[in-house]
Each structure stands twice: as structure tokens, then as C-alpha cells.
């Protein structure tokens, strides 16, 4: 029983025996003069004073209620209870479809029987149709609310879309998906933007990637992926970083990061035309239209782009991270690689370029040693100019200046991997329960890591990664 | 460079510019006389001493590969290190496709030129045929090898296809996918069993379910599901129990628990039905045969349950759990409900049954009143005898004594769940992220979480809950 002023009390109901009969999207003139049961909320109500309309939303829409105060006693009381319900509330509805040409539907409902599910006994801080100039915070204090906006709606189906395109893509190229666990022992790259956690009487971390167990289990699985949580200690407050994020991870045997590059340019393609396919409504919705893309997509090599940045004036030298910033004025918004990244900016278990060169390896006494690259000639010119320079068989997924995937040929020889560990200062004794199945003929393998919430945030041109996901968490957020 | 003993050195090659041109299922006699490149790792390896018969897997399976050694310089280069690959090296062949009759092919392959890609340096411990009898501490030890085993491999290959027909079967039911934060602030059910973690400066822990985003959820988006890891810091030993699983977690908007238990009921029959249509080959390999089922599962009432028990001379009292030690004796190897528990042993959210009836709302006013379940007659016998039982609107979904599911109908009133919070103890500050929402109009709303470890566990008659997950975690293991 709720006293929502002091002349209106409206009790809450149960559901008991009333079910949905029809969905928004399942009603149309052929039921016209059938009594249906539709149950939502109250997405809008306008009081012509003795004509009410009321827009009931479902998952898929509104569909139109009128009621009219001149009636029998029932239709009075109908009346009364939703003149007084918030918007918000949950009612159902049992009534007649009516015509109504004006609808976009051609029809609307008269109610004979309603029941008052759910009393929103507040007024909600923002309008449903609102798109902006609410502050973000307002909203996730609250978010299930938010979510109920429209913008927001149009968003997260586009993004189940794209959940479920990433997986018919991975299982029809032969992947199978994994889930590895998020309790860990030790730290993947070397313990930093870690959470530490209490496990049973011992120390662990969650896991900010799940990179070494995607590995060893291409040893068994061959083709794998994982969409699940990562999680990582960010301490900076951007509009592009989570504490918690789900990420894409695929990994691949038999292949090194060119095969894994086109895979992620077909992955791309793929999703950006199932939504063109699937979600042209929530397209027109937001005003957005997605590029038409050609790939491959460009590659540009680390070391050419480090020289582009220096004829552009910019501060940077051979062997640093590349920050959004510097690379503001040189990119434009469109997808693009960045190759071949300098071995000493990646963790032990990427894999040099011109591996056999490097490491020492017998000439390979089988095969023919030319290796495919599209950024060689440039890549030749670095080399040349300064002969120390080791670079990687690495790659980053860029869209403008975000970074959205990054990926790599993994080195699979135990030895290396050792010697690598200990040329980074990681304890390698920690890594034992990782190392010891390469003792067994880890195949070689490649893959790379797409951040879910970048890449919906670069498609649908996000200003906030918190409104790519649904309870976002950062360094001042951990609720609700 | 390997030197796998005194006289055998094996140099790992790079995978440069070959690529597998076949998957061993790809492979058949239309190829004869081609050179194709197989891949994959040696599984057996017969040495008829001037013959090699070798087995690659990839995969989808076995290809035969044999070198004799009466040949050229180059076959005999390629017998001699093929014959000193240990089992689990991975390989590339290129090679001639020849008539074998006597292979389950009709084919096999006499290699032209091989890459060694991983050398394995040791000898497994384990045989990738075998199917028990070696401890589960050696083979987690050596995890990424064990799932190498085919016995794995049927069990891993079965649980593919049960995510997604999950998947498949919720979302033509208008389920969408939703991801909720893993790091929380407070307790969903109180407390207990809880992995504390340090999130920046604050306390934190690991959920433990997604329970109350999920009912959040049901307002902006109605049918939501969610796959993915909860955490649980399970202090006993036992064959049935992770500290970190994967659960399906479903939540729809406007039914109660009669209707979620058939949503159920039809999950786990979409579920067989595929597996059946899907994986007969590995139900052959692992001897199984999954159970006819019919549907609905039979629901016995929490009371009558406890009767029954009682009868038996089992040592229960009315409001205790039911162990599955005291189970063992009354049920058979199959699908059942246990519904209406006591609503004592259940959280804050849980509705009770008949809920008008106990919070004191007025009798409805515009509906019949009549619930159906077909379990009401037990139940009221029970109610008769002891007047303060009241019992929840709540199901477990068990195979034999395993609890596979458990869920109800929730409540969607802000005052009742304050009103049971304090009943239970519960700082309800701490919940009040959680219940503000419900100051807006939350749907009423029924779900459940079912465990897919323990859900595969039932199915395929694993013995141990920790060879239906990658990487299993319990009190005492931590790695891999």
C-alpha cells in the first residue's frame, strides 16, 4: 500500500495468474476487438482531463493506452489508478485492441482490468528521452534507470549484436570457447595495476588478461577465445579506461600475427555488417552511421610512424609508448595498425621479428626464409639506420587515437621464454606452473586481445567508456 | 636446438611462410597424388624399424603419416628425426596423399619436406589414450597436457555445445546477454564465503553471484542472462566443489518461479536434444548415453520431501537443508525439483508463498486469487500441522543428490526487502545502491542460477567437478 500524497493510495498486486498474451511488437489490427493482457512500464502519460493516454513500454516498445473518465464505476476507478501512477510504474493490462489510426501501430488498448505491479514512488531524476547534459555520475548512482533510457537501450542491443556476431565469427573460423581463471598466482607482464586479493591463506591477483592460459591451451584446443572480465588497477580518471572491462581473447596455433591480423580485420567487418543487418532501427535511433570499411586495414609500422611524428615536430623517441596525445593531429577516425612495435615495449613472451637471425637459430634447412610483410621497406630503413633496434611481431588495432586490440606472434621454446624473464627481472621460478608444459611441445601460436568497451565505444562514438558497459567501475566507483 | 641425448640433436624451426592446407578432416582420397601441408602434434608413433607409422593430430583428429627409410637422402633426413620426435612435438608435414585402405581415411600421407615447430623434451607422465587411474593432482600439475586427453577432449568438446545451445536457446526466448561487475561492496547474501579484495584504498569482494544486478536489470532490459565466473571461498575438500565456476544466470521480468522452473525445464531438454544431435561421436567415445528425459521434471514439495525423510528414519527436522548425504538412499540418477523451501533458509529477496496473505496486503480486487501449483495439496497438509511454516515462492533443480539450479520468485517491494533485511541481520545501509532503484517501479520479476560445472558433472557422470572446468580452483590449489 503506498500513500503517494495524501489523497491517493494505490496498492501494489500481485501478478498471480495474469500473464503477457502480446508483446509491443506482436499487436496490430488483426486482434482488433480481442482482449489482451500487455504488462511494462509507463514510458510516458498525457491528461487530456477526461482522456488519459498512456505509452506502456516493453522490451521492444510502447504500445498506446487510453482511458476515458466517462464510464461505469470500473472505467472511473481504472481512471483514477493511472492518473495518479508515476511514470516508471509497472502495470498490467488486460483490455481491448481498438483501431487508432493515429497510432503507429493502427491500433490501441482500452483497458477493462489493469494491475499495479510495481509503484515508482519518486520521481525519476532524468527523462527517459533525454541523450545528454545529465551528469554521468546522477545517472550511475542510478543506473538500472539509466539504462531504461533510450539512448542507452539503442546502445546495448547494438552491443549484444555484437557479442553474438564475435561468437557465430570465432565458431564458424573453428574456435572453441574457453573460460580460464580470473583468481591467479602471479602476474602476467610483471605485477603491475594488479589487485591483490585474499585467497584461503595465501596471496593472488585477479587477472588483468587471461594471456598465459589462452596460450597453453592452444597446446590442447588449437583455436580458443574467451569474452569474460579483466580486471586491472588503472589509477588514471580518463573517459577511456575501466577497472573491470570484458575483453575478446582469441588465440591461435600454427599461425604468427599476420594471420591473426586478418582475422581481426574479417572479425571487424563481419560485426560492423551484422549490425548494419540487424540493427538499422537503433542506427537511425542514435543518428550514426557506421563507416564502410575496406580491409585490410592499414598497417603502419612503429618505426615509421615514430619518424612521420618526429618530421611532425612532435617529442618522441625510437623505443617509447606512442600516447593518444601526440598522435592526435596525424590520424584521423578510421581504423589502422600499428606494427612491429620495438621487442623491449612488449611483455617476455611476444616473439622478435627476424626470430632465427636473432636468436641464433641454424638457418632453416627445409624451407624457403622469405617472410611476408607489407611495412619490410620501411621497417628495413629503421633497422638500417640504427642496427640495435629488435622489433617484435607485434601489432596494435588502433580507431583514431584509441587503442582497441593488441596482439603478437608468442614465443613458444622454453628456453627463451626463460631467458626473456629474467632479461625483464621477473622471477621466473613464479612462472614454473606456466613453463613447465612447454616442456611438452607447445605449438607455435599467435593471437591478440580486443577490448569490448573501446571497440562500442569507437563504432558508436561513446564519449564515455562507462556507458559501453553496464555497472562501470574505476578508481572513485564501486557501486552500485 | 634440442639435444634430446647424446647423438640426437633436433633444431625447432620457425613456422615462416607454411600453412596448414588441411584439417585431418578435410583429408580423403579426391586428394590423392596432391602435396598438401598437414600440421599438428605427434599422438603414437609405431616404429617397425625400417617403417615409421606416425599419428598427427589436430583438432578434429588422426591423420597417418609413414616414412620407410629405403629412400633418398632427404627421406631418410626426414625418418630420422620423425623417429626421434617424442610424443606431443608439434609438426608441419608437406606431403604426398596416397591410397592406404587399411586407415579409417582410405588415405595417409608420405611426407616430402617436415618442419620441427615444438620439440616436447620430455616424456608425459601421463597417456593421452588413458581414461582414470592417474591422480588428479599430476594431471592438474600438467593441466594444458592433460586436456590433451581424449577423455577430456569428448567432455570439453559436450560443454562447447552446451554454452551454445545456452545461448541459442535464451536468446530466441528474448533473453538478452548482460555483464555485471565482479568486484563489489557488499555481500549479496550477507557474508560468508566471500573472497575479500583491496580495491585501491577500499574494501571489496569478489561476487559471489549476480543476483542483485541481475533483478536490477530486469527493469531496463526484462529477460537478461548472464554467463560468467562467480567466486565462492568454500572451505571444504569435497568432489563437487570450485572456489571459482561458471554460472548461467537467468532473470525475466513479469512471471514468477512456476514460470522460470518451465523456462528451465526446456533449457536442459534444448540442451540434451543438441548434445544428441551434435556430439554422438563423443557420447560413443565416452560410452554415454545421455537420459530420455521428460518434461516437466517432477517438483516435490520441500515438506513432503521432509516427511518422506522422516519415514525413512533420517534424522531432519522441519526448516533444516536438506544434505545430500541424507538424499542418497530416496533418489534416483535423475532430474527432479524440490520447491517451496522454508522461507527461514532463504535471502532477503526470496518471496514468500502466498505473500498477501503473510505482509497483509488487501486481497486483490480486479483478479481470481487461485495459485496453481501441483504441489499445493502436500503443502497445506504440512501448513496444517504447524501453522507458522511459511515457505517460499523457490525451487532447487537437482540430479539425484547434485543441486544443479536453484531459484524463486523475487520480491520487487522496497519496504518488504528492508522490512527482511533487518529480520536477517543485514546492514541495509550497505544494500542502499541496491535499493534505491526499487524507489522507481522495479518489475516483479523470477530467475535462477544454474552451475555449469555441476550441470556438465550430472550430465556426462564426471566424478569430480574439477574435470568440467580448464583450470579448476579450490582451497588448496591456486595454479595453474
Chains 1, 2 share one sequence.
Not at 588514471?236 to 596455433?253: F, G, M, P, Q
Amino acid at each position: 500500500m503506498y500513500r503517494l500524497d495524501e489523497d491517493t493510495i494505490i496498492n501494489e498486486q500481485d501478478l498471480e495468474n495474469w500473464r503477457r498474451t502480446h508483446y509491443s511488437f506482436q499487436i496490430n489490427p488483426s486482434q482488433i476487438n480481442q482482449t489482451i493482457i500487455i504488462m511494462g512500464w509507463i514510458s510516458s502519460k498525457r491528461d487530456h482531463g477526461n482522456v488519459l493516454f498512456i505509452q506502456l513500454r516493453d522490451k521492444f516498445g510502447d504500445t498506446q493506452v487510453v482511458v476515458k473518465k466517462k464510464g461505469n464505476n470500473l472505467e472511473n476507478e481504472i481512471f483514477d489508478v493511472l492518473k495518479n501512477l508515476k511514470e516508471h510504474s509497472s502495470i498490467g493490462i488486460k483490455g481491448k485492441v481498438v483501431e487508432q489510426k493515429k497510432s503507429s501501430t493502427s491500433v490501441e488498448i482500452v483497458p477493462e482490468e489493469i494491475k499495479v505491479l510495481s509503484v515508482s514512488t519518486k520521481s525519476a531524476p532524468f527523462l527517459t528521452q533525454a541523450i545528454s547534459n545529465i551528469g554521468i555520475d546522477t545517472r550511475l548512482e542510478l543506473r538500472a534507470l539509466d539504462l531504461r533510457r533510450d539512448y542507452l537501450q539503442n546502445i546495448f542491443k547494438i552491443r549484444f549484436t555484437i557479442l553474438n556476431s564475435i561468437r557465430e565469427f570465432l565458431i564458424s573460423n573453428y574456435f572453441i570457447e574457453v573460460h580460464t581463471p580470473k583468481m591467479i598466482a602471479t602476474a602476467t607482464e610483471g605485477g603491475a595495476a594488479l589487485f591483490p586479493i585474499f585467497y584461503y591463506d595465501k596471496e593472488a591477483f585477479l587477472a588483468q588478461s587471461p594471456q598465459l592460459y589462452k596460450e597453453q591451451l592452444t597446446m590442447a584446443f588449437e583455436n580458443v577465445f574467451e569474452i569474460a572480465p579483466i580486471f586491472r588497477a588503472e589509477p588514471s580518471r580518463t573517459n577511456r579506461h575501466l577497472s573491470e572491462a570484458i575483453s575478446i581473447d582469441v588465440e591461435k596455433a600454427f599461425v604468427n600475427y599476420h594471420d591473426v591480423m586478418k582475422l581481426l580485420d574479417e572479425l571487424v567487418a563481419y560485426i560492423i555488417l551484422k549490425i548494419k543487418e540487424k540493427n538499422q532501427t537503433e542506427l537511425n535511433n542514435l543518428e550514426l552511421e557506421l563507416p564502410d570499411i575496406q580491409i585490410p586495414f592499414p598497417r603502419y609500422s612503429y618505426s615509421e610512424l615514430v619518424d612521420k611524428l618526429q618530421k611532425n615536430h612532435k617529442y618522441i623517441r625510437w623505443g617509447d609508448d606512442i600516447s593518444p596525445k601526440i598522435l592526435k593531429d596525424i590520424v584521423g577516425d578510421s581504423f589502422y595498425y600499428i606494427v612491429d612495435w620495438p621487442l623491449s615495449t612488449k611483455p617476455f613472451y611476444v616473439k622478435p621479428k627476424n626470430y632465427s637471425d636473432i636468436i641464433g637459430l641454424p638457418p632453416n634447412s627445409t624451407t624457403t626464409t622469405t617472410t611476408t610483410t607489407t611495412i619490410s621497406n620501411e621497417n628495413q630503413k629503421d633497422k638500417e639506420s640504427e642496427s640495435n633496434r629488435i622489433v617484435s611481431e607485434s601489432f596494435d588495432l588502433m580507431y583514431g587515437t584509441l587503442e582497441l586490440s593488441s596482439g603478437s606472434t608468442r614465443l613458444n621454446n622454453k628456453n627463451i621464454l626463460l631467458d626473456n624473464m629474467k632479461k625483464k627481472g621477473l622471477n621466473h621460478a613464479a612462472f614454473d606452473y606456466h613453463l613447465r608444459v612447454f616442456d611438452y611441445g607447445v605449438p607455435p601460436h599467435a593471437g591478440f586481445g580486443l577490448g569490448l568497451e573501446r571497440f562500442i565505444m569507437a563504432l558508436l562514438k561513446i564519449e564515455n567508456i562507462r556507458d559501453a558497459t553496464f555497472y562501470p567501475r574505476d578508481i572513485d566507483r564501486l557501486t552500485p
